[in-house]
C-alpha cells in the first residue's frame, strides 16, 4: 500500500522554526517527485516547495524562498522541510504528496499520492 504521512507541525511563535517530516513507502520513491503543499482555513490548497528525488533539483514559492529548505534521505524514502522565520501566514495544514513522473510542480493535479496533512500554527 502507498503511504505518505506527513509530521513535525506545531505551535511556534513567529521567527521560529520547524523541521516537517514526509515519510513514504509502497511506491518507486527514487523516481518520484515529493511535493509540499498547504492549506490554510478558508483557502485553498498552494503548493510550498517540491523536491525532484532522482537529480536531486529543489524548487519553492516565492512565499518560501529563502526561509525553506526541502531535501529528501533516499535511504529512508524521507522528505524533510525545513521552514525558518515563520509569519503567521505560514499557518495551515501541511501536506506532502508523490508525483510519480519525478518531474514534480506546484499544480496538484499532478500527484498521484497525498498523505494527511500536519498542523503548523504560528503565533504572532
Known amino acids: 500500500d502507498v503511504q505518505l504521512q506527513a509530521s513535525g507541525g506545531g505551535l511556534v511563535q513567529a521567527g521560529g522554526s520547524l523541521r516537517l517530516s514526509c515519510a513514504a513507502s509502497?511506491?518507486?520513491?527514487?523516481?518520484?517527485?515529493i511535493g509540499w503543499f498547504r492549506q490554510a482555513p478558508g483557502k485553498e490548497r498552494e503548493g510550498v516547495s517540491f523536491?525532484?528525488?532522482?537529480?536531486?533539483?529543489?524548487f519553492y514559492a516565492n512565499s518560501v524562498e529563502g526561509r525553506s529548505t526541502i531535501s529528501s534521505d533516499n535511504a529512508k524514502e524521507m522528505v524533510y522541510l525545513q521552514m525558518n522565520s515563520l509569519k503567521p501566514e505560514d499557518t495551515a495544514i501541511y501536506y506532502c504528496?508523490?508525483?510519480?513522473?519525478?518531474?514534480?510542480?506546484?499544480?496538484?493535479?499532478?500527484?498521484?499520492?497525498w498523505g494527511r496533512g500536519t498542523l503548523v500554527t504560528v503565533s504572532s
Open positions: 523536491i525532484r528525488i532522482r537529480q536531486g533539483t529543489t
Open positions: 504528496a508523490a508525483d510519480r513522473t519525478g518531474w514534480g510542480t506546484f499544480n496538484i493535479v499532478w500527484y498521484n499520492y
Open positions: 509502497g511506491f518507486d520513491f527514487s523516481d518520484s517527485a
